[in-house]
């Protein structure tokens, strides 16, 4: 089966929920730049043997100055991941339908599940390492705002009840180490996990949905 990750992401802006403010151009200059280098190392050799010596070398910058920026190891993870993540959030924010804005809310709740998990399996490796720190794990801006979207598609589609807790639990089957766990080790494929999403989605709106 080919890779469900055909092309490198392209550099673009685009805000997260929760993200800081826009930066000073030389300090967005020295992140991109920091960024690139720990991309390309993350490519040749996977995130688990990415070290901030090596990032720091490449970007041709202190150690100091590389801790500086993102704090310690799991926070250079989490900040490539957020840089990967821009194209596939521009995609169900801003994109066509079904994924983007026009179609209907369950169509896009589909197309959001089948998005993501794909983009996941792009991206493991760098899930899997940001996820050494689990107190981070539900307050990673990418995370969050995958949970504000899918119960806002939860409540144009008429939910009723605690749609917060819903969409959090929703959102659960989408966590990468799950994704990793079903796809390489209990060798689920692709389609099977897309098609499991659309069935927890169909029961999670079935009162309102009798014909889905």
Same mark, same amino acid.
């Given at each position: =089966?080919? /890779?469900?990750?055909?092309?490198?992401?392209?550099?673009?802006?685009?805000?997260?929920? +929760?993200?800081? @403010?826009?930066?000073?151009?030389?300090? $967005?200059?020295?992140?991109?730049? &920091?960024?690139?280098?720990?991309?390309?190392?993350?490519?040749?050799? +996977?995130?688990?043997?990415?070290?901030?010596? $090596?990032?720091?070398?490449?970007?041709?910058?202190?150690? +100091?100055?590389?801790?500086?920026?993102?704090?310690?190891?799991?926070?250079? =993870? &989490?900040?490539?991941?957020?840089?990967?993540?821009?194209? !596939?959030?521009?995609? !169900?924010?801003? #994109?066509?339908?079904?994924? #983007? @804005?026009?179609?209907?809310?369950?169509?896009? %709740?589909?197309?959001? +599940?089948?998005?993501?998990?794909?983009?996941?399996?792009?991206?493991?490796? %760098?899930?899997? $390492?940001?996820?050494?720190?689990?107190?981070?794990? !539900?307050?990673?801006?990418?995370? *969050?705002?995958?949970?504000?979207?899918?119960? =806002? &598609?939860?409540?144009?589609?008429?939910?009723? #009840?605690?749609?917060?807790?819903?969409?959090?639990?929703?959102? #659960?089957? &989408?966590?990468?180490?799950?994704?990793?766990?079903?796809?390489?080790?209990?060798? =689920?494929? %692709?389609?099977?996990?897309?098609?499991?999403?659309?069935?927890? *989605?169909?029961?999670?709106?079935?009162?309102? /949905?009798? /014909?889905?």
């Amino acid at each position: =089966m080919p /890779s469900p990750c055909s092309a490198e992401p392209r550099r673009t802006e685009l805000p997260v929920l +929760g993200q800081a @403010p826009r930066e000073r151009a030389d300090a $967005a200059r020295n992140r991109i730049r &920091l960024l690139d280098a720990a991309t390309q190392l993350v490519r040749e050799h +996977g995130a688990q043997n990415v070290t901030m010596e $090596a990032v720091a070398d490449a970007a041709c910058v202190g150690k +100091g100055t590389l801790f500086r920026r993102f704090g310690d190891r799991e926070g250079l =993870m &989490l900040a490539l991941l957020e840089h990967a993540e821009e194209e !596939y959030q521009r995609g !169900y924010l801003l #994109g066509p339908p079904p994924l #983007g @804005p026009g179609a209907e809310p369950l169509e896009r %709740l589909d197309a959001f +599940g089948a998005a993501t998990i794909r983009h996941l399996l792009c991206s493991m490796d %760098l899930y899997l $390492a940001a996820d050494a720190c689990a107190s981070r794990r !539900y307050t990673v801006p990418g995370g *969050v705002l995958r949970v504000t979207h899918v119960a =806002m &598609l939860l409540r144009q589609a008429g939910a009723v #009840g605690d749609v917060e807790l819903v969409a959090q639990t929703l959102a #659960g089957y &989408l966590d990468p180490a799950l994704v990793n766990h079903l796809r390489t080790q209990r060798g =689920m494929s %692709l389609e099977r996990l897309e098609a499991g999403w659309r069935e927890l *989605v169909a029961r999670a709106v079935a009162p309102l /949905s009798p /014909s889905r």
